[in-house]
């Protein structure tokens, strides 16, 4: 399997401008996540899905935020409009249910956003 | 709530030396999951192991050993024999049933230099 795939893997912007972010898990996977990394605030969970259904979306920072996952291959992170302050690496990872509980998550390689 | 903290920000070390990248955790559930992933200068999050609370077994994989005590709530992790390619940042992680098995909290991060 080709891992998890992130598209862009960089993405340049001005303010005001609107950003998709785009994931494709790996196959068979029912879990996709979305992660935002910065220098001050670490790794945080933006929001997670469960067979195409979110799950959790508490950590979206605000409405400019949204996601969606169409299927079990494809999800979007759309930024609109974007701001300096979503600046980040972002990244998707999936994972798969196990009756052993959680099981690792499948990080794809980030997408670096600047928002000048 | 749960959390993770990973009070060292950065370690320097000659390669060959032993170094041991200290996690402690918080949870206020008896079933919890605690993970390591390693993210190099390439940027992709590696998943390097999964422990469940109700194993308090260390174990060893080759140069890197896990030490598992919830007397102390910690989780630390140990390389044995550093060499360079050990440099990255290092982040813990836990998981348990109140937050959502599936949403991890991850430490800040532990950045490992390895010094030839």
């Known amino acids: 399997d080709a891992g998890v795939i992130q598209s862009p893997r960089h993405e340049v912007t001005e303010m005001g401008q609107e950003v998709t972010l785009r994931c494709k898990p790996i196959?068979?996977?029912?879990?996709l996540f979305w992660y935002r990394q910065t220098m001050m605030r670490g790794l945080e969970l933006l929001i997670y899905?469960?067979?195409?259904?979110?799950?959790?979306d508490s950590g979206m920072p605000e409405d400019r935020f949204s996601a969606k996952m169409p299927n079990a291959s494809f999800s979007t992170l759309k930024i609109q409009p974007s701001e300096p302050r979503d600046s980040a690496v972002y990244f998707c990872?999936?994972?798969?249910?196990?009756?052993?509980?959680?099981?690792?998550?499948?990080f794809g390689p980030g997408t670096r956003l600047t928002v000048l | 709530a749960q959390k993770v903290t990973q009070a060292q920000t950065e370690i320097s070390v000659v390669e060959k030396e032993d170094v041991t990248l200290d996690c402690v955790y918080e949870?206020?559930?008896?079933?919890?999951?605690l993970f390591w992933y390693k993210q190099p200068p390439s940027g992709e999050l590696v998943f390097l192991i999964r422990?469940?609370?109700?194993?308090?077994q260390n174990e060893i994989s080759g140069r890197y050993s896990w030490n598992f005590q919830k007397s102390t709530s910690s989780f630390n992790f140990t390389i044995t024999a550093s060499q360079v390619v050990d440099s990255a940042v290092y982040f813990c992680?836990?998981?348990?049933?109140?937050?959502?098995?599936?949403?991890?909290?991850f430490g800040t991060g532990t950045k490992l230099q390895v010094i030839p």
């Open positions: 990872a999936s994972s798969y249910l196990t009756s052993g509980g959680p099981n690792e998550q499948f």
């Open positions: 196959s068979g996977h029912d879990y």
């Open positions: 899905f469960n067979n195409n259904v979110p799950i959790d």
């Open positions: 949870t206020r559930d008896t079933t919890y999951y």
């Open positions: 422990r469940n609370s109700f194993d308090e």
């Open positions: 992680a836990l998981s348990s049933d109140s937050g959502g098995y599936q949403k991890v909290t």
